[in-house]
């Protein structure tokens, strides 16, 4: 089955730095990739998706592009606030099945 | 309203206790998910259901039972508790053909 490396945290930022979170996974074929995000004490949100290569999936600021050729979705946001502190999941799809595969979190605390 | 909705959201236990943990949804879909979270492990599949006569193992069901009593109803029991089954559980749905997953807000059980 399909298998994600998610970069390992925790990450802490000061406001507007920039943030980058590395993902790439294992797939047969080409799986939709998400990336969910969890706020304390609450439970996972779709924070943005992209479904075939190339595509650019954006939200709230974030941004991750589906590359293909390094089977990576990595995810960025030029300038994090400090609302932006939370755990972020990349999940691609499992190949022939609905399921996610999850990575295992990063956790991201940005300091005023 | 919530569509996905998870009771308790807290409970505790003790060890050798039978507990149940229910998930309702208004979405309509047909797949359902139970996972639970611990720390740096991330998400793990537990059962997955995708309609209310198919129910499958996930990839850690020992120690766990499910029972999917409506389309809108997953239940996720734990026969005997022990205290490695502490965590934090989550149901999701999806709908069909579709990767996206719903999350319910979770529910932390520990077991003493």
């Known amino acids: 089955g399909n298998s994600v490396t998610q970069m390992e945290g925790p990450v802490t930022l000061s406001e507007e730095a920039f943030l980058t979170i590395n993902c790439t996974y294992t797939a047969t074929g080409y799986p939709s990739l998400f990336w969910y995000v969890q706020y304390p004490g609450e439970g996972l949100q779709l924070l943005l998706k992209?479904?075939?290569?190339?595509d650019k999936g954006s939200n709230k600021g974030f941004e991750a592009t589906y590359r293909k050729e390094t089977t990576s979705f990595h995810l960025e946001k030029g300038s994090v606030q400090v609302s932006d502190s939370a755990v972020y999941f990349c999940?691609?799809?499992?190949?022939?099945?609905?399921?996610?595969?999850f990575g295992k979190g990063t956790k991201l605390t940005v300091n005023p | 309203d919530a569509d996905v909705t998870q009771t308790p959201r807290n409970r505790i236990t003790k060890t050798g206790k039978r507990i149940m943990l229910e998930c309702s949804q208004t979405k309509g879909h047909d797949r359902m998910y139970w996972y639970r979270q611990d720390p740096g492990l991330g998400l793990r599949l537990i059962y997955y259901?995708?309609?209310?006569?198919?129910?499958n193992k996930g990839e850690i069901s020992d120690g766990y039972s499910v029972s999917r009593q409506a389309q809108a109803k997953f239940s996720l029991s734990l026969e005997s508790a022990i205290p490695n089954q502490t965590a934090l559980y989550f149901c999701a749905t999806s709908d069909f053909g579709e990767n996206e997953q719903f999350f319910g807000p979770g529910t932390r059980l520990t077991v003493l």
């Open positions: 999940a691609p799809g499992e190949g022939g099945s609905e399921k996610l595969v």
């Open positions: 992209a479904t075939k290569a190339d």
């Open positions: 259901s995708f309609d209310v006569k198919d129910i």
